[in-house]
RNA sequence: GCGCCAAUAGCUCAGCUGGAUAGAGCAACGGCCUUCUAAGCCGUAGGCCGCAGGUUCGAAUCCUGCUUGGCGCACCA
């Protein structure tokens, strides 16, 4: 807001200088307006100058002179224009310029950061897509709060947004699964079996034995592979979707890589692309030729058995998503995953569409430790800790800031031990507290009976300390965040805002009262907590984290 | 061998489209509760931003090469 106006006006002068001859229009749009980091250096600086004289082999103090000259014609938001270091322009703002973004966050209230960017553009997240095979463990807990917080993130800047999960019950994981489970039933009820080799070894799989020994005794005991598949997936479906809903995900749609089978799709995609010459058979199997789409080597999506390999539903379905009208398609992969993504989009760019529509979303892997060893995860092998477990030990809400305190490209490493024994010093705690602290002070004034003050029609010139005018800054950045976060699909950034906000507040906190003796001031201070209050409580709710009111 | 990702303080990590003296949190050390919640605050200490070149007025950030670590490289998903 603060910062658009004065962009405007930077543009301005811009122009007035082309105009007048000052300099050419050679470094239009490539010049930009930040904020300087040291102090002394105004709130906004411009390396304008700097650019320019670089276009036009001039002195850049020289270039900045005429600029600040243009600027200081401004008597609206400028304090004073100063040059500095190389040629940085440094702007200065009126001091009651800051306290103005109070008065929209108090009159927007739970709508403050919002926006229209994404103008009702459908797009879908995809995210989780698991397959029913075995409880979610950590690595898609990653999966899920990073591909639920860039939902929330896209609805917040104005996307239509449709959460979607993608699942196959279907081909060899689910024989083997079906196989393992029939295994366990026999054995529970003593009967001989056949644990296969590369089985589901998970003690939920006793349980779904259990429970269909509970049912019908041995009832089952020549019953189909089919049957016992069912059963296997119907069990561990559910319970993901408990996992999932537990941590306040919820999907709006489900789709199953069956529907692409009996909706003939598959074979669309192969006679489409056989139209366009792009399939070959050999050796009993189906090519693609992704060769020609800059891929190293061409791809089988049929093998000689006459079944699909993943590439080709992948391909239909994301044909799918198109049809479905999607305008922006996220996907969120585990680095394990990302190599299916080339071809998964040579098959789209094969069939027609714009793939650059499609975003893949990587996250690396989790790290688990427990002891200070790495834990090697394996769901056959059942040595894994689930999301369940973990959300028992920290919490929903530690659980969902942990996973997004890194970016999502980087490594994360999750202690066990470390993360139970900080559930107490949790950074998640930091930020809550600030929160429960403003909650505080505002039951106080109630008390006192202190009516909470309207920022439009309060004295807000009696803000003057350096850690107010740190906070209303601070304030004035966060629509702009979001919109960064949301458009990089870097929930991270929106922590670390939260964190720095909250870490400001506790100094102003511990430096300053709010509630003072002069009437005038605490009112002014009333309105910058209740800003404050409003952005911690927006922010945390778009990471799906809880703002308490007490602590 | 090829591809993707990473490399920043003792540890775990930020650093937005290249900008002016490098940032947190833990851990270490020293302070602050008769005053709005000490799950907090203040201070000290700690860094050839993996290495070497290049582009630029200016590089942790961009380009190239190299080193180390992770993940992939199926007619598994």
């Known amino acids: ?126 995210f989780v897509s698991a397959n029913p095979t075995g409880p979610l463990t950590v690595g898609h807990g990653r999966n899920a709060v990073l591909g639920d917080a860039v939902a929330r993130l896209l609805t917040a800047v104005g996307y239509d947004v449709t959460r979607e999960y993608y699942f196959n019950d279907a081909g060899r994981q689910m024989r083997v699964l079906a196989a393992s489970l029939k295994a366990r039933y026999l054995e529970k009820l003593g009967l001989p079996n056949e644990f296969p080799e590369d089985g589901y070894q998970g003690g939920y799989m006793y349980d779904i034995a259990q429970s269909m020994i509970d049912e019908a005794g041995d009832g089952f005991k020549d019953a189909d592979a089919n049957v016992f598949r069912k059963r296997a997936q119907e069990a561990i479906f559910a319970d993901i979707d408990t996992t999932l809903k537990r941590i306040g995900i919820i999907f709006d749609s489900y789709y199953n890589e069956h529907d692409l089978y009996e909706k003939g799709l598959i074979e669309d995609v192969v006679a489409e692309l056989r139209g366009k010459g792009l399939v070959y058979e050999q050796d009993d199997a189906t090519w693609f030729k992704t060769t020609e789409f800059g891929q190293p080597q061409d791809r089988v999506i049929i093998k000689n058995t006459g079944e699909p390999t993943y590439r080709l539903p992948d391909i239909a379905y994301h044909r799918e998503k198109f049809r479905r009208g999607f305008e922006r398609m996220v996907n969120v992969f585990g680095a394990d995953h990302i190599a299916t993504v080339p071809d998964v989009l040579a098959g789209i760019e094969a069939l027609g569409y714009d793939k650059s529509k499609v975003q893949v979303l990587m996250y690396q892997f989790v790290t688990l430790l427990r002891g200070g060893k790495q834990v090697k995860m394996s769901t056959r092998k059942a040595s894994y800790i689930t999301v369940d477990e973990l959300v028992d030990e920290v919490g929903i809400d530690a659980f969902r800031f942990f996973f997004l305190l890194r970016k999502s490209d980087s490594q994360l490493e999750f202690d066990l031990e470390l993360a139970k024994s900080q559930s107490q010093e949790n950074p998640v705690y930091y930020v809550q507290y600030a929160h429960a602290r403003l909650c505080s002070i505002e039951r106080l004034a109630e008390e006192r009976g202190i009516a909470l003050p309207e920022p439009a029609s309060t004295d807000l010139s009696h803000l003057q300390e350096a850690e107010e005018y740190q906070l209303l800054k601070t304030l004035a950045a966060y629509p702009g965040l979001v919109a960064d976060a949301a458009e990089t699909l870097a929930p991270h950034r929106l922590i670390f805002f939260l964190m720095e906000l909250a870490g400001q507040f506790h100094s102003f906190y511990n430096k300053h009262k709010v509630m003072t003796e002069e009437a005038q001031l605490t009112a002014a201070r009333l309105c910058l907590c209740q800003g404050i209050k409003t952005a911690l409580a927006n922010g945390l709710a778009l990471v799906g984290v809880s703002a308490p009111e007490r602590m």
């Open 1 to 126: 807001m603060i910062r658009s106006r004065l962009k405007n006006l930077l543009d301005q002068c811009f122009q007035q200088g082309v105009e007048q001859g000052l300099w050419s229009a050679a470094a239009a749009n490539l010049y930009n307006l930040e904020s300087p980091r040291h102090d002394g250096q105004g709130d906004f600086a411009t390396n304008f100058a700097m650019l320019v004289a670089g276009k036009e082999r001039r002195k850049p103090r020289e270039v900045a002179e005429q600029l600040a000259e243009l600027l200081r014609r401004d008597t609206t938001l400028l304090d004073k224009v100063e040059i500095a270091g190389p040629g940085f322009v440094n702007l200065f703002l009126k001091p009651t310029v800051w306290s103005s973004v109070l008065a929209p966050i108090a009159e927007q209230q739970e709508r403050f950061g919002l926006c229209d960017l994404g103008k009702g553009m459908k797009v879908m997240v995809e």
